[in-house]
């Protein structure tokens, strides 16, 4: 492939030496579709050691009708399969990329593989494991760059620990037993655009997530974590993944860095922001996260006041407890200042869903218009521009992202009306309430509240997700 173009590639999850069904599926696609550059396989790619099948390719009898590019040995049966640890052809088209490392092809695309599953013990590492240094060793090998920002693809067997966080769910798989901290450290650092692996028998394919904290950092490119189903599953799940890729060092900064719609949180993040995953890297058995639970049908009551005396001091606690929150807390359910009669449902995920009640152009219209009649100035900042270049330390601004990417700026310099924003929403152009636009003129009393949220909690019963938890 020459430098600069787009490739299209397929991945494939495991094959257990199914070779002959799957070079039948990628013909068949091929001649669908029309050619591909390359497979690129995850997973277990042996069955046994002694496949006939696979002897065919070995002796030259068949050959792969695409380049194949596969990962190592996931067990100690197939190991003796993989002789040369840093890689080598297996047979004409099969090629075997190694333990660990970076291949680089003629078109720019940088495509980074870890093989085998997390070793659970001492040194030495069996052949078919990887260990905290091997993980470090790949990183430290990319990360030492000074242009460095990240890689296409990464191939890796092992599902990440924790991938799951703030997008959708991957059925049964709980990667707290399943998944791999040292791959998720892997795929934090190395920020792939595409993630793929495989074992677990299942097609999962996350909500992309982002590799930036907004607002604190310049825009990057999201990551896409995909795993695949094993070749000819009689569950006819998605074994087999095709896509168009441009490599990132032949796109334009601010095509890269492009926000889809659904685009999450990093998953890998620890609690409570900040870039480090070793949460996620505690071998020790974890402690159910906190759970508080109300009575929906009891009778509301006041909210409680803080006693006397205090002096603000919070009571001690057992030891390995949650800490109690620090201030009265009118949202948090741990806290007695929550207003209980208004909740509706607990639930244990949140799945994001974008506003699809106008379009992005009418929003920034409204936006717009708000802005001309209260005479405010809203500056469009350009896609490749930084947040943090045009605002000052403590200087206070008012700021609109779009989920089309475009970023509406407003710095405050004098007098600036608190309710903008609610003002704008609430307006006939986006939700036709101006009447909410003023929050004082939204109060009611207790039992309204409590009448209003039991309706609620009747009519979205039938949406419930939390009552299949």
């Given at each position: ?40 396989c995850v997973g277990n790619f ?102 460095f920002k990240g890689v296409d ?186 207003e209980k009669h208004l909740v ?126």
């Open positions: 492939m020459a430098p600069g173009g787009a490739l299209r590639v397929l991945v494939c999850g495991d094959v257990e030496g199914r070779l002959g069904s799957l070079y039948s599926r990628v013909q068949a696609v091929q001649s669908k579709s029309g050619a591909f550059d390359l497979l690129l042996f069955g046994s050691a002694q496949d006939p099948e696979w002897e065919e390719y070995q002796t030259g009898a068949k050959k792969a009708p695409i380049q194949t590019y596969v990962l190592g040995a996931n067990n100690s049966e197939t190991a003796q399969c993989f002789p040369d640890a840093s890689g080598c052809e297996l047979a004409e088209n099969i090629t075997y990329l190694g333990r660990k490392g970076v291949f680089s092809g003629a078109s720019g695309l940088q495509i980074a593989y870890l093989s085998g599953t997390e070793s659970t013990g001492g040194e030495p590492t069996p052949a078919h494991c990887f260990s905290t240094k091997d993980v470090t060793d790949l990183k430290t090998s990319l990360l030492s760059t000074s242009k693809i990464l191939l890796t067997s092992s599902w990440p620990k924790g991938v799951e966080i703030f997008g959708n769910i991957p059925g049964d798989i709980d990667t707290k037993k399943c998944g791999s901290g040292l791959v998720s450290l892997l795929a934090a650092s190395l920020k792939p655009r595409y993630h793929f692996a495989g074992l677990q028998k299942v097609y999962y394919e996350r909500l992309p997530y982002r590799n930036h904290t907004v607002l604190q950092e310049a825009a990057q490119h999201v990551s896409r974590f995909i795993a695949l189903a094993g070749v000819g599953n009689s569950d006819k799940r998605k074994y087999l993944y095709a896509f168009s890729i441009l490599p990132m060092s032949s796109m334009e900064p601010a095509e890269l860095v492009k926000q889809p719609q659904d685009v999450t949180e990093n998953p890998y993040q620890r609690p409570g922001g900040g870039k480090s995953c070793a949460h996620l890297l505690l071998d020790e058995k974890e402690e159910p996260a906190p759970q508080f639970f109300f009575d929906l049908s009891s009778k509301p009551k006041g909210r409680k006041r803080r006693q006397e005396g205090g002096k603000g001091q919070q009571p001690k606690r057992a030891p390995g407890k949650p800490p109690l929150p620090t201030a009265a807390c009118w949202f948090c359910l741990a806290s007695p200042e929550v509706v449902s607990i639930g244990t995920h949140v799945v994001p869903v974008p506003l699809n009640c106008c379009t992005t152009e009418d929003i920034k219209e409204a936006f717009i218009v708000q802005a001309e009649e209260q005479q405010i100035e809203l500056l469009e900042i350009p896609e490749h521009s930084a947040l943090k270049q045009i605002v000052q330390p403590g200087t206070p601004y008012f700021y609109v992202e779009l989920d089309n990417g475009e970023k509406l700026f407003h710095r405050i310099r004098k007098s600036f009306p608190l309710q903008f924003g609610r003002e704008v929403l609430a307006s006939e152009a986006i939700l036709g309430m101006p009447g909410r636009a003023d929050w004082r003129s939204c109060q009611a009393g207790q039992e309204e509240e409590a009448a209003a949220a039991q309706d609620f909690r009747q009519a979205f019963e039938p949406f419930d997700l939390a009552q299949e938890d």
